[in-house]
């Protein structure tokens, strides 16, 4: 199945230990928000750190979300997950690459303002008339 909407929180990872075989597990919930008329709420259990880390979730980014649905039941009531196995960022530029930018530092050239034109109308005193106009 699949299913869109905004990332509004990633919660703590927990980790487990498994009865069977004494591994420790590591799971991570993330909750998207659907659009539309009556937007839903729905929470994702992403099993493996690796798997998680690899989705490159990011709160506030829209994503188109793979999961699979499954109950069980337990002392007679029945519980529904929904678990993530694929998450793709829709917001046209790479939550990864969004990150990195804010991060850094923006180069010297593209961080420093142009230049303003003189306030006498943009003449440079040899009669040529100056603009930053690419035309």
Not at 9 to 33: C, H, M, R, W
Request: hydrophobic share 35%.
């Amino acid at each position: 199945m699949e299913l869109t909407g905004k990332v509004i929180a990633i919660l703590e990872p927990q980790s487990f230990t498994s009865k069977k075989d004494g591994n420790v597990y590591i799971t991570t919930v993330f909750v998207i928000e659907t659009q539309g008329q009556y937007p839903k709420k729905v929470a994702f259990k992403v099993m493996g750190e690796d798997r998680f880390k690899g989705m490159q979730i990011v709160v506030g980014h829209n994503y188109n979300v793979s999961f699979d649905v499954e109950s069980r039941e337990w002392q007679g009531k029945w519980f529904t997950e929904c678990s993530a196995w694929k998450a793709i960022c829709i917001d046209g530029q790479n939550a990864n690459t969004q990150q990195a930018q804010t991060a850094s530092p923006a180069p010297a050239a593209a961080a420093a303002p142009a230049p303003a034109a003189p306030s006498g109308g943009g003449d440079d005193g040899e009669g040529e008339q100056k603009d930053d106009l690419p035309f």
